[in-house]
Each structure stands twice: as structure tokens, then as C-alpha cells.
């Protein structure tokens, strides 16, 4: 049975709007509003197992996993939920050992999802103009345990990238049909590329843009709407609250640029 | 520049509703109604290069991805779609050296999906009643060069599973309520079930199960609406058409068997 | 041009979230925390002009429709909203001169909706069990100038109604299946039934129950989902947050009682 | 009882895709894959008993309800669903007595939805380029007995407009933009406006519109979303394939020309 050591990585969760991701360390203390967690309590308690809080409350020993580092993350940007990561990252092909690009880093939410699924063999290039967000980023990364998987770089994309070719990029940023000339130039035959933008305004100039550069095929735009359900025995309904809209997911493919002419693609159409 | 040799999978993208996924064998044909391509045409060719069929078709050569495997595979039974599969994986935690159970496998798509992210260092059991389907997932995870990576065993997970702890466990049967307590030991604490369900009825049954045995928490309940845009400049727009419903997604996590009496559960209420 | 007169109701529109609904009447102020409106300003103003608040605010003077009584009502129960009440009046098939019958009438949202479609050759019977919800729904009905078309009985239509046969009903209770038998019996033949529930097992108990009866047909169960769109120019997106669940709508249609036995229904299989 | 006599329209329904509106006529036949059905056999059934066809199958004699002329219209043109029609007209506040604009009429759905609901009253004027479409708008409306209410013109919108103040106009054009300064000049002060529009860049095209013309307030813009439900006992879900997108939905409210100027509108910001 696996227990908590010092320098763990700890999800405690006493309900769902009190879920907190700590770094076990001797001496520190946890503060909530249902009273205080001494993380000394922690060390050699299983994971899976209950402990109580100062004021008597049950908390939760749990594994922090990708989207509990995620939802947890300190933010200087907003984030992209994870309904829209895991779809991304499924339909980038990313495995293990893949070479991936993202930009803009932001707070680091998609990095550290990319960062998990990628392993130790596979590299992580993450771009951003703010060095708040870097900073944020390298943060949150460390916490995760996944910072020597990425090497962040404060550059603009819409600038000269200089990386080996890229098995996938991940591209969010204001402006993506600026910056899908250059990120194209470090995208390997055959990879993929995956942009994420809030405004259908956004999807149109991006899409014809991707289509003009000749260089990329198969484009599809995608939305997720996400319902949560409530279970009650005799009483099953959606959630009466939601998420309306997050933002839409471009999927394209780059071809080698040898044979692009005069070639039609109807992708979305 | 990675060009296609013999024995490569290969996707030969002609149009949206001509895709095919090939091993490519000297001597070989590959037949559509646009044209035939030999499979020696194909050999020495950059991928994300374009080839012409007889009849002077464009085609282009792609590495084929996840979802691609997962879209042309051979089919004995209905497979969990793309969407529900990228969140089922991304909510499971799984990672690059998982060890990782599912049941039943059917076709094999989902198993294709998990196999490919848990790399050469993780582990996937696939369970199945029915030799059938057992069979055809063996020849789709060949044909995806992922089979190293997967255990298929023929057996009822509602009996005795005899595996090491596994670190996420899928579950896509007619009755999960049944297989949760047997699951559940196979399942390390902390560890994450995902359970997928096309009725609110088993939605209903499953979560009253899970919380029943006391020995999951964090249960949710979720469905994915997917919608894909057509973009003509000027005139972008939702598909007419979708897919109006496939399955409910339920997620919990396992605790520890040691202290679970007596402790309240509102996750899902 | 149309002025406004003393007795008139009218909509005082100052944003989005400063909507009136008053009765004008000399002497009378509405106070707002924009500043105040004196109802003395109001008179001989053209409907579709600005007025200012006391503190300088602009405020548009419209004509109330329909939904603004509705969203202005004063509550004592939850109540419909108005894209399940479009839907459902619309299906209803009522019209002018209809003869329609509602329980329970709750705070008398969907009653306004129904008492001014079917005009004054029109009758509509309101139920309810709760004298507090009787009298909410008769101010608010009185309010909006619809009282004179509307018989409201204090009244569980579990039990026998007493009234002349109807064109339709509808029906808003927790235990609709209970109501059924007594509610078809006041329904002429080819009439409709529109039946309101939040939760998915209260719809299978209830198609199960209409079915059972042998009286009804041609049952279906529908759920809306309204997304409202946010337009800047260049900048075109759904609003982040939504209602995610409001109830599910069931109709059928009443059948005469001569030939029902032996006869299969599949219409919502 | 009431009975069918010659002259009715009359709904017959052997399931759920064989549904047939019909005006009786004494001698005619109306003829099915299911066997045919002699107009002389419905005379003097009561509505709501079934009747058998000449191979066996039963069907049922229904009083014909709006939506049933809607989806049995005879078209020329794509017409306007009911989910949108049904929100159209409640958002319209149109009543018993209204007088209402259509443009461009099409095949006549949403002209027949509207004169249903105006009663013997109202006043529909419906314009139209088409003469094929007026032409199948006027057989439609007929068939619905609702032609006496609705005054058909060969019109272009986008030209002067001829007819007294309206309480409401709807709108199903390609080019709404161009047609709003003539259609306010028919419309009351406080009337409303609601406009049809299948892509998201005519909807961005006509707020800006609406907005620059000074005439409008209260500018809001919907889709909605329709999931219809199967019911098995003990299987309840959607049904797996549903229409992904129709069109949107702008609503707004003319005001009064007298004050518009320098009055910012942030109704849809």
C-alpha cells in the first residue's frame, strides 16, 4: 500500500469546492475554512485514506491527477477547461516521446496536460511574450513534478521559431492566422496542429488562413458542450448551471510542401 | 524528411469519406471507387505527400493518428467515439507507464486509444466474454502496432479478476453495477474507474452501485454534445446534422478500504 | 402615435438588468437604484420614447409583451421559462377562442403565456392545490390584464374535474401519472396534452403511465437548450454561462376511447 | 362527439413517418405504402378513432394542430422549424388581433404558424419575391383555412412597404441588413422585430445593423438546441441522431424615432 512521503505531490479533498493540491513538506501547515491540515499528519498516511481536519472535518487523501493539477493551478490567464485539453491532445496524436510545440504558454494549464502524456522521452517546447505567464507556467509545471519535460522560451511565435521538427503545436493565442507560416516551418510532414480561439470571428480567419498557406489539409473546426448530471435515486437531471461556452478547436494537418499546387481541399466545407 | 517504407500503417486520405488505413506490403492493392493505388507506389514516398489512384485521383499519404485507427477499424460491436474516448482517457490520469484494465474491450477502439498513451512501459488488461470480439481487437491492435502493449483475456470481469493493482480501470458493459465490487479490487487506492453508458437508467443504477460498496468518491456524471462547424468565408455555420447522443460518462475515484465507514458522499447530489 | 395612459401597464427599460413591469397610476414613484421615475412623467409619453431616471439615467418606455410579464412576475414557485412555454404553447395547437386547462398554475408564469394566446373568445381553467400560488398567479394575471380569461380552482386534479371538455392541457405537478386518468376525461377527443418535468425519471413514469391508459398517442419527449449569443463586431461568440437544465417537455395527443385496446404505440420507441 | 365531416382537414397517422393531412372530399382516395384510405370512410368518424387501411393497418383520425400543417406543407423553399417558429412567435408578443409583417413568406410554414395564432382579427401581410412561392405559401395556407387572414404581395422588402403599422414583422431573407430601414417605417413604436438567419456571419452582419439604424433596442440573439428523448421502460436516452443547427434567432424592439440620438445600446455586449 502506497503511502504519502515528504516532497508528495497531495490531493486533499474535503468536497467539491474544497479540493487543494500540496507539496508535502514537514512543518507546513494547510488553512481552510473547515479548519487546519498539518501536513506532519500526512507523511505515511495511505493514499485512498481519510484524516480529519482540525475542526473535525473528513478530508480525502487522494493522488493529485492531470486535471486536478489543472483545476488547482495558480492563473494569470484563463485557462482551457478540460473538456477542450482532452480532446485536443486526443486528436494531436501526441504519445509518448513526442515533440510538441504550444504557444501561448499562459498560467500553464494545457502545458502541464501535454507535459503528462509526452513522458520522459518526449519534449515540450512552450512559447509566450509574457514573462508573468512563464513564470506561472514554470511554476505550476514544477508543482506537477513535470518542468524537466518543457523548456519554455519567451518568444513570439509570429517570429522565427527555432526548434527541430514537431510532432504536433498547440496554438492559442489572439491572433493564430498571424503565426501558422511560422509555426508551420518547425511542424514535421504528416503532424499535426491544434488552435483553440474564443470568437467564431476567429475560427473563420484562421481556417481561411490555414487553407491559403497551401500547407496544411484535413481541417475540421470543433465545439464541446459539456453537461454534468446530478444523481439522486429517483431524481436524474443535468446540472441547471453550465458552461455555456468555452471556445472552438481547429484540427489540421501539415503535408510536405513538396506537391501543394493547384490542389482542392474540402474539408470544411 | 521520414518517408513510407514496407511494413509502415499508412493513411491514404483521398476525401472525408474516403480514408484508408494500410500496412503497406510490396505486391499489394488497394481498391476505391476513385481508382486503385499499389502499395509499391507508396514506398519511398515523403508522408504528407500527395499520389494519384488509376484514375488520376489526388490522395494524400498521412502517418495515420489515434483517431484514425480508431475511425477505420474493423467492427464487431459499437466503439466509444472519439470525443468520449479523448475525456475518458484525460479524467483517468492515465500516463506513459500506467498499468490499466478495460472491460469489455469489443472492437478494440478504445483499447487502441489507452495502449497508445500508456507506452512501451505501461500495461493494458482487456477483458471480454466473447472470443469474437476478442479477436477482432487483436487484429486492430496489430494492425495500430500497439498489441505488445495489451494483455486480452477472455473473461467475465463480474468473476475474479487475477491482476496486479491497476491505476484506472474502463468499464464499457451492459450492467457496470455488477463488475464494481470485482473492479475494485484490482484497483490501487486513489486510482480512477471510468464508466460509459449510453442510458440514464444505467447512469442511475451505476452511481447508487458506487456508492453502495462505499469504496468510491468523487463520483461524476457527465455527456458530451459535439459540434462541428462548416467554414465558407462569409458563411460560417454549425452542421446540420450531428450525433445527438452516445453515452454518459461516469467518473469516481477508489479510496483506501480502511476508513470508509459512516463518511457522507454528496459528490454527485 | 400610441401615448401612454393612466391604467396602462408598462415596461420601463433601463439595461438588462433594470427591467419594470408597473401599473401606471398618478401620484405613484418607482425607485430604482438608478434614481426614481415618477408615474406622473410617464403619461402622455409615445410608447418607444426615453425618459430620464431622477439621477440622469436614460430609460426606454415600451409596451410589456408577453415574456416581460412573464420575467417580472412575482414568484412563490419556480417558474417556466419562456423557451419551454413557446414550445409548448406552440404544440399545444391552442388558439384563439381554445379552451385549455393548467395545473398546477404556480405563480401564474405560464398561465399570462396561455391567457393571451386564446383571446377573449377563449377559456383557460387554472388548478392549483396552493392558495398562496392562486393568489400570486390572479395579481399577476390581473397585472397583465388577462383575469377576465381565466377560471382559477383551488383545486388537486388528482381528483374529478369539473369542467366542459377541453382542447388542451397542461400539466406542471410533481406526480403528473397520477393525474392522468382525471385529466384525460375532461380532454376531447384529438385534444393535447403537454406535461412539464425536471427530472428523467419523472418522464419515464409519465410515458409509461400515458401509454398504460390506452388514451393517448403520438406521445414524444423533447428537451431545449437555448444558447444566447453575444455580438461585438469582429468578436461573435456564445455567452460563457448558460441554463443547463430547465425541465423536459412530453406531449400526446388524447385519443377517443371507442378503439383503443390492442393497439401498439411506438412512437417514442 | 365531434365527427369529420366533408371539407375537413383532416390528420390521418399510421406511424410516426406516415403522417397525412387531408382535405376530406367524398370520391377521393388517399393512397399509402401502407394500403390506401378512402376519403369516404373518414366521414362521420369521430377525430380521434382509428380506421383500418385496406392492407390492415390501423390508423388514427386526428384534428390536423398547427405544427401538423407546418411539417405536411408542401415546399419550395427550406422552411422554419418548430422549435424556431414556437420561440419566434412567443418572443414576438404577437396575440389574438395582432397585425404582423412576413418576409420572405417561402413555403408558407411560419405564414400558416402566425395566422393561427392573429385569429379572425389580425392581419398577416406576407411578402415575397417568388411568385412559385407565394403561389405554394397561398395552397398552404388554404389548406389550413387560414388564407382569409393573410394578404400575400409580391414584394421586395427592401422597397417601400405599403401597408399601416405593424405590431410585429419577422424576417427570413438572405440580406436582413438591407431590408430594417424599411421594415421600421412599418412598425409601431414598441413593436418588435424578429429575424431568421442560418449563418453566424449574417447575424453579425445584421446587429451591427439594427444597431447603426438608431431604431432598435433590446437587441438579443438565441439558438436553441432540440434533443428528443426515447422511452423503453428501464432504457430512457436521446435519440442518437438529432439536427446539429437550423438557423438563429435576433430579436429587438423598435423605439419611438423621436429620441435616439446619443443613446448608447449594450444589449448584446
Not at 461556452?245 to 493547384?262: D, E, K, M, P, W
Amino acid at each position: 500500500m502506497e503511502v504519502v512521503r515528504e516532497g508528495d505531490g497531495v490531493l486533499i479533498y474535503i468536497d467539491e469546492k474544497r479540493k487543494f493540491v500540496v507539496k508535502v513538506q514537514r512543518g507546513k501547515i494547510l488553512g481552510t475554512d473547515k479548519g487546519y491540515i498539518l501536513h506532519d499528519q500526512l507523511i505515511g498516511q495511505p493514499y485512498g485514506s481519510f484524516i480529519k481536519t482540525s475542526r473535525g472535518y473528513t478530508a480525502l487523501l487522494l493522488k493529485p491527477l492531470r486535471q486536478d493539477y489543472v483545476t488547482s493551478i495558480r492563473r494569470v490567464t484563463q485557462i482551457i477547461y478540460p473538456k477542450d485539453a482532452a480532446l485536443m491532445i486526443y486528436l494531436s496524436g501526441i504519445n509518448p516521446g513526442s515533440r510538441v510545440g504550444e504557444a501561448g504558454v499562459g498560467s500553464g494549464a494545457l502545458t502541464v496536460a501535454i507535459a503528462s502524456i509526452i513522458g520522459d522521452n518526449g519534449i515540450l517546447y512552450g512559447f509566450d511574450v509574457s514573462k508573468k505567464a512563464l513564470e506561472c507556467a514554470r511554476e505550476n509545471l514544477e508543482k506537477a513534478g513535470l518542468l524537466h519535460r518543457v523548456i519554455l522560451k519567451e518568444q513570439d511565435v509570429r517570429m522565427d521559431l527555432n526548434v527541430e521538427p514537431l510532432d504536433s503545436f498547440f496554438l492559442d493565442i489572439p491572433d493564430p492566422w498571424n503565426a501558422l507560416v511560422n509555426v508551420s516551418k518547425v511542424l514535421k510532414p504528416s503532424s499535426t496542429i491544434l488552435i483553440y480561439t474564443p470568437t467564431i470571428n476567429q475560427v473563420e480567419r484562421t481556417v481561411i488562413a490555414l487553407q491559403n498557406t497551401g500547407l496544411f489539409r484535413d481541417v475540421r473546426v470543433y465545439e464541446l458542450l459539456l453537461r454534468e448530471y446530478q444523481v439522486e435515486p429517483g431524481a436524474v437531471r443535468p446540472l441547471t448551471r453550465m458552461i455555456g461556452h468555452t471556445g472552438y478547436i481547429i484540427f489540421a494537418r501539415r503535408i510536405s510542401q513538396v506537391s501543394t499546387l493547384n490542389v482542392q481541399d474540402n474539408s470544411v466545407k
